[in-house]
């Protein structure tokens, strides 16, 4: 099955959250969207992974704080086992510590509470479409008070190709932004992720912006 393939071409999406309201608010807004379909949830993040494991969703929306088994260690479990699914962490706890490991654990979004749930549908099409996101609102929590000198040097194409990955875009739409071909992009994000000692773009991303390489 292709991401996104459900039969119906919609993105197949998990929520876990502790708290039912929250639950229930992003399913009943998920499911008046015509390209997500919500195929379960969950109330803490062990369940999460038993669900995750039985539905196999293209994208999985948890919470950063969670009973039993928080986003980050859900997340690290997913991505150590080889599951399809991506993940975009979802939270009401802003901390550079928490988004930095988090990122670094391997999820493919980061999202505030506070954002619109017109947001979250963008980072649940970007994500299950093969993008990364990064909350705009939270990218000033990610970057650090200064660059320091023994950081790598990027060049102005790949800092330019980063921060369009930072806005949530896929390698053919900064293509087309950057008037360069895909495969000029996938290159700059290599070399990018080379120099940053980054083992996923997402995480190249969030080097960056932690460390004022792009703003």
Known sequence: MSRGDA???????VI???????????????????????VGRAGNGADALQLIERRVPDVAVLDLRMPRLDGIQATRQLVESGARTAVI????????????EALDAGARGFLGKEAPLTELVRA???????GTYVDPA???VLVGPQATARLPSLSKREREVLRLLADG???????????????TVRTHVRKAMEKLEADTRTQAVATALRESLIS
């Not at 929250?22 to 499911?31: G, K, Q, R, T």
């Not at 962490?89 to 930095?100: A, D, N, V, W």
């Open 7 to 13: 039969g119906n071409g919609r993105i197949r999406c």
């Open 16 to 38: 876990a959250d502790d708290h039912p309201a929250i639950v229930d608010a992003i399913c009943s807004y998920l499911e008046l969207e015509e390209t997500v379909d919500v």
């Open 89 to 100: 962490l979802y939270t009401g706890y802003p901390e550079r510590s928490h988004l930095l």
């Open 124 to 130: 649940v099409q970007l994500v299950g479409s093969g």
């Open 138 to 140: 939270l990218a000033g």
């Open 169 to 183: 875009l896929r390698n053919e739409q900064v293509a087309t932004n950057l008037a360069i071909s895909p495969l």
